[in-house]
């Protein structure tokens, strides 16, 4: 009874070629966040759709877009990977914003490999 | 810069042990604070969250955590681990005037020995 799925659970690109990794929910909850965990290192904010509506992190690098098609499904799309982009990528979902208070559900991540 | 720190980076106990792991904040004003969990191989989950009230709160598999405001800290404990507890826990913080965003400590990693 998975809740929040990844996929795929590790992908390997190169330097600069585009890379689109996937999340889907079957919680039917309004907001989708994306983080970034490097090794060692605390769970970032990316950005986050609040339903259609994006908010995305002041210093999150431009490089790095989302898409959220529907309910669902939300991508994290690297547009020219560097070395520094390697690292785990978690999606995460809440039924609201919930002034904050919501629970946050984590899929298993993706990590991501920049060669 | 406002930040989450967790100053235990890697704690080893024995099962029976008592459990303590720090946790600090840089913000003002009311906070909503969390404490997750991360099995190996598995995904991070909800330990307990606190948002106002009893500054004491319970969460599953025995955890609890104290809010002391004048501290700014949101320690977690657990009065006698298992072998099962073996996971890395990140403390968050949702500051105020920032929706639903969740900000981590770089997480500690519990090992507990047989």
């Known amino acids: 009874d998975a809740m929040v799925i990844q996929n795929p659970r590790y992908q390997v690109t190169q330097f600069g070629k585009p890379v689109t990794l996937s999340c889907s929910q079957t919680?039917?909850?309004?907001?989708m966040y994306w983080y970034q965990q490097k090794s060692s290192q605390a769970p970032k904010l990316l950005f986050h759709?609040?339903?259609?509506?994006?908010?995305n992190e002041a210093d999150t690098p431009d490089n790095f877009q989302s898409r959220r098609p529907n309910t669902s499904f939300c991508f994290l799309d690297i547009r020219s990977p560097g070395l520094g982009d390697a690292a785990m990528y978690l999606c995460?979902?809440?039924?609201?914003?919930?002034?904050?208070?919501?629970?946050?559900?984590f899929g298993p991540g993706t990590r991501l490999t920049v060669l | 810069a406002q930040s989450v720190s967790q100053h235990n980076h890697h704690v080893i106990l024995s099962e029976a042990a008592s459990l303590e792991l720090g946790c600090n904040y840089s913000?003002?004003?009311?906070?909503?604070l969390f404490w997750y969990v991360q099995y190996p191989g598995q995904h991070l989950q909800l330990l307990l969250k606190y948002f106002s009230g009893d500054p004491l709160v319970k969460g599953i598999k025995g955890f609890e955590a104290e809010f002391i405001k004048s501290k700014f800290s949101f320690n977690l404990r657990k009065p006698s681990v298992q072998w099962s507890d073996t996971a890395e826990y990140f403390c968050?913080?949702?500051?105020?005037?920032?929706?639903?965003?969740?900000?981590f400590g770089t997480g500690t990693r519990l090992q507990v020995t047989l």
């Open positions: 968050a913080v949702n500051a105020p005037g920032t929706a639903s965003k969740l900000t």
């Open positions: 919680l039917n909850h309004n907001v």
């Open positions: 913000y003002g004003g009311t906070v909503n």
């Open positions: 759709y609040y339903d259609k509506d994006f908010n």
């Open positions: 995460a979902t809440s039924r609201d914003r919930g002034q904050g208070r919501d629970t946050q559900y």
